[in-house]
């Protein structure tokens, strides 16, 4: 069983950055997409950003040139670095794993499993 742990949420003033990681049980992480996707009151869960290999980035028109998503395959773990924060960045925070490398990285149904979420808040 895969266990993935976010953490690193937490109120940040809008300009401000945090950064998110999460840890994640089991062999052979670097063979799999990670994705962060939010979900903000009211809304539909988004996508947010994937990496896939270490050098494969994709994100979302709403934090492109702001987020920037990393991993360490030495340690399972998959960072998501967040800047200029905005108030409409404020959600709950999920990571999750993708089924096989060769996933739509945006596409919510690729993903197998899902952390159990950080909040993150923007103040205006």
């Given at each position: 069983q895969v266990?993935?742990?976010e953490s690193g949420g937490g109120l940040v003033q809008a300009g401000g950055s945090?950064?998110?990681s999460c840890a994640a049980?089991?062999?052979t992480f670097s063979t799999y997409v990670m994705g962060w996707f939010r979900q903000a009151p009211g809304k539909e869960r988004e996508f947010v950003a994937a990496?896939?290999?270490s050098t494969n980035t994709y994100y979302s028109d709403s934090v492109k040139g702001r987020f920037?998503?990393?991993r360490d395959n030495a340690k399972n773990t998959v960072y998501l670095q967040m800047n200029s924060l905005k108030p409409e960045d404020t959600a709950v925070y999920y990571c999750a794993r993708g089924r096989h490398l060769n996933i739509v990285p945006t596409m919510q149904n690729e993903?197998?499993?899902w952390g159990q979420?950080?909040?993150v808040t923007v103040s205006s």
């Open positions: 266990q993935l742990v945090l950064r998110l049980s089991g062999r990496i896939r290999w920037t998503i990393s993903y197998d499993y979420g950080t909040q």
